[in-house]
T-cell receptor, first 111, second 116 residues
Framework: TQLLEQSPQFLSIQEGENLTVYCNSS?????LQWYRQEPGEGPVLLVTVVTGGEVKKLKRLTFQFGDARKDSSLHITAAQPGDTGLYLCAGAQNAGNMLTFGGGTRLMVKP | NAGVTQTPKFQVLKTGQSMTLQCAQDMNHEYMSWYRQDPGMGLRLIHY?????ITDQGEVPNGYNVSRSTTEDFPLRLLSAAPSQTSVYFC???????WGGGEKLFFGSGTQLSVL
């Protein structure tokens, strides 16, 4: 059982549609990060959220950290083919050295 | 800047063979780590280091050894490869050793390893 559960695992949508990816845990995190990974490359950081209830926007992407700091969501508005990739959430716990990753959501946006 | 450099990009081993995956970073980062990525499992931490001469185990350390003799290099050794170690391996580094919020992990481009 993973500490961070992502859903859905796979998502295939048409260009222009909206989507939401969820990252859930029973544990509290001091911060939570979202990464995007393209084939043959390592993950690249999109955003870090640190405060319960925090909302951050990155162009068409909106990230939210749950009030209890146990969950997060990523919402994409008007998805583009360039959004295609693997989205990973990752949580850090207070004063810890380890970053724990969720299983990932593989998104495909068709033109 | 080169960032985090991993070699080789691809490797095929036979069961029982040994090999070392290389990782080097040129950002003077204190923290370095190795992850393995398997379908549906995300990234799982194998070993990490908070500075030269200091290493510690992550979630899945069995079958792997590491050392950190310099700030720049953090090699991962497979002493006797097994088919269960077939995976994509990523090295990652960051500036600070403890998470305080806002730190960014820089990843290499990965090594795809197949053990037959």
């Amino acid at each position: 059982t993973q500490l961070l559960e992502q859903s859905p695992q796979f998502l295939s949508i048409q260009e222009g549609e909206n989507l939401t990816v969820y990252c859930n845990s029973s544990s509290v995190f001091s911060s939570l990060q979202w990464y995007r990974q393209e084939p043959g490359e390592g993950p690249v950081l999109l955003v870090t959220v640190v405060t319960g209830g925090e909302v951050k926007k990155l162009k068409r992407l909106t990230f939210q950290f749950g009030d209890a700091r146990k969950d997060s969501s990523l919402h994409i508005t008007a998805a583009q083919p360039g959004d295609t990739g693997l989205y990973l959430c990752a949580g850090a716990q207070n004063a810890g050295n380890m970053l724990t990753f969720g299983g990932g959501t593989r998104l495909m946006v068709k033109p | 800047n080169a960032g985090v450099t991993q070699t080789p990009k691809f490797q095929v081993l036979k069961t029982g063979q040994s090999m070392t995956l290389q990782c080097a970073q040129d950002m003077n980062h204190e923290y370095m780590s190795w992850y393995r990525q398997d379908p549906g499992m995300g990234l799982r931490l194998i070993h990490y280091s908070v500075g030269a001469g200091i290493t510690d185990q992550g979630e899945v350390p069995n079958g792997y050894n590491v050392s950190r003799s310099t700030t720049e290099d953090f090699p991962l050794r497979l002493l006797s490869a097994a088919p269960s170690q077939t995976s994509v391996y990523f090295c990652a580094s960051r500036h600070r050793t403890r998470w305080g919020g806002g730190e960014k992990l820089f990843f290499g481009s990965g090594t795809q390893l197949s053990v037959l």
